[in-house]
């Protein structure tokens, strides 16, 4: 009889090295999207408040007041992003703001 064990070794390993190299990635980008959407979603309501906030005279700095509330959201989730990310959602936000 035929061992086939090391075919099957092989053809094994071949599955894990295609699954680690095509698939793994492309579900980390899928993971990644959803967090910054998440960002997104977070900073619009933020800077909706400090709008509000800052018409009203409650507030000085607007900006501050944003990044303030959406770095104590990104923390209560779990959520880590950098300044650069957190002040370019801000940024978005307000431009999606000016839209209205």
Known sequence: ?????GIIVCIITLLFACFSTLLLPYLKLMLD???LQQLFYIARIAVD??????I?????DKFE?????????LK????????????????????NLDKK
């Open 49 to 54: 408040a400090a709008e509000q906030l800052g």
């Open 33 to 35: 999207d959803k967090k």
């Open 1 to 5: 009889m035929i061992d086939i064990t």
């Open 76 to 95: 209560e989730k779990g959520l880590k992003f950098d300044a650069f990310a957190i002040r370019l959602a801000i940024e978005a936000a307000v431009k």
């Open 65 to 73: 007041y944003a990044k303030t509330q959406i770095e104590a959201i």
């Open 56 to 60: 009203s005279k409650q507030i000085q």
